[in-house]
């Protein structure tokens, strides 16, 4: 904001304010402690239309009452219209000084008082203009909330972005896209979880504070648990905890919810992010990616009635079945490295120096590949694909292909460019999960920090007979980006994580 733009903010701030004192000084509470709204805006537009199909002349007789804000006005000597808003919509209102109208006192508060931003009830019978839209024939209209603060102006809105996120509520009122992403972010989420019911699954909660994180290669937050004495983690994932439950017999769980990685931030990360994951006995990975096709799909098909998805200028089709590939295949098309000719980490970096390509250096070769694979591959992932056969390095809670023991059945779900989801025949052998949580805790301490800790919990849990296992997580995040046309998954955060201001680059 400009030094010039600024003052005017504060004299219209200074001006409100006046406004308030005004009010207050005639006897006008500026925000009262109730409000009595007998109809929403789309409720009273179609309680118009319905009259007008009946051949109703006029509008109909009920007394009606609308709540919103005020966003638009125009006055016009003795008759004033103005537009309110609600979270249904918007409606127009015509305010006249007459018999059939307002009194004097109450036009003047309108005109000299009222401001846009104002929250107000409004009461009178309904009707439609000469033009055609719907209208509210004002006879009585009070104040709800005084808004001190004007909003930006209407052509030109809030145009910078990190503003944007940081005043998310102004956001929300004045740009109505913003609000369309999170009623169908809200919408999707419904519907998954219909679906999930549907399919026998049971919703559950499991535990944010951890003794020991788990479930994903990921850094965690830290905290500490005073009463107790005793260091936590907000959690990375949900999984440990959900199989858990699989052991205990709950054959069908998901759940849907906040995981949290210290990582950094981009497009595609928030450190605070929304997952569903869901664990199914008796199933493998392949049942998994039936339950992702079918659950894209119908989300798709109820939310916005189509499974044709139109995504960052490509046109996406979810119509099961999707493709399956071997991840050795993908890294091979895209960059000519056959990474079963290199079984180690310095014979893939050699192929790797050779092609010319440029990938960070790792200290496995699992991770490595993973490298390649995120670099080189994963951008042409457009239409859905499932990625398969991953090394056992990077997945450590995955049970091993009986023909390739250096791999596991574990796949990634990719849409339009963006990894949607992971998947396992998850590992039930407790002596298998041991000697991993053992390697694991080998790479630690050559320096991965991200590398699994061991939960002793989890394998005494294994040791009491998990029986085969398919699990799933996908971010619910990537999925409303997905099917709401967004690149960043700031768009689809209501309030996501920025720097503080004034903080050091």
Known sequence: MSE??????????????????????????????????????AEAIRMLEEWKEKGGED?????????????????????????????????????????????????????????????????????????????????????????????????????????????????????EDARRVFVTRSHIVAAL???????????????????????????PFTTYYHALDQEVFLRIADELYLKRLIVGGLDRVYEICKDFRNEG????????????????????????MSLAEDAFSHVAEVVLGTVRVSYQGHELDLTPPWRRLPMRDGILEETGIDIYQAPTVELLRQRVEDQGLDV?????????????????????????????????????????????????????LFIGGLELGNAFSELNDPVD????????GRQREAGDDEAHPMDED???????????????GWGIDRMVMLFTDQSSIREVILFPHLRTKGAPS
């Not at 308030?20 to 009595?36: F, Q, S, T, V």
Request: hydrophobic share 35%; aromatic share 10%.
């Open 265 to 288: 931030v981009s497009s595609h990360h928030n450190p605070e992010f929304t997952q569903l994951e869901v664990y199914q006995a008796y199933a493998d990975y392949h049942d998994m």
């Open 433 to 440: 999960q041991r000697e991993r949580f053992m390697e694991q």
């Open 4 to 41: 010039e733009q600024s003052q005017d903010s504060s004299d219209l701030f200074e001006q409100r304010r006046l406004k308030l004192e005004r009010l207050r000084e005639k006897g006008i509470d500026p925000y009262p402690l109730r409000a009595e709204c007998t109809h929403s805006t």
């Open 193 to 219: 979880r219909r679906f999930m019911d549907s399919r026998g699954f049971i919703e559950v909660e499991t535990p944010v504070l951890q003794p020991i994180y788990g479930g994903a290669m990921a850094r």
């Open 458 to 472: 989890y394998v005494r849990a294994l040791e009491f007979g998990m029986p085969p296992t398919g699990g799933m």
């Open 360 to 412: 960070d250096p790792q200290p496995t070769r699992g991770s490595l590949v993973d490298e390649i694979f995120s670099e080189y591959v994963e951008p042409k992932l457009i239409q859905p694909t499932f990625i398969t056969d991953f090394p056992l390095e990077i997945s450590p809670l995955a049970k091993k292909k009986p023909d390739n023991p250096d791999l596991v059945e574990r796949f990634e």
């Open 59 to 175: 509008g109909p007789p009920e007394v009606v009452k609308l709540c919103g804000r005020m966003m638009s006005v125009r006055v016009m000597g003795k008759a004033s219209f103005a537009h309110i808003a609600d979270g249904s919509g918007r409606f127009q209102t015509y305010v006249r000084l007459a018999d059939e109208g307002v009194d004097a006192e109450t036009y003047e508060l309108f005109k000299r008082d009222l401001d846009i931003g104002d929250i107000i009830q409004v009461e009178g019978t309904l009707f439609f203009t000469r033009t055609g839209e719907p209208s509210l024939r004002v006879t009585k209209l009070t104040l709800l909330a005084k808004s001190l603060r004007p909003l930006p102006e209407k052509w030109h809105g809030l145009k910078d972005v990190e503003t944007r996120y940081r005043q998310r509520y102004v956001d929300l009122i004045v740009n």
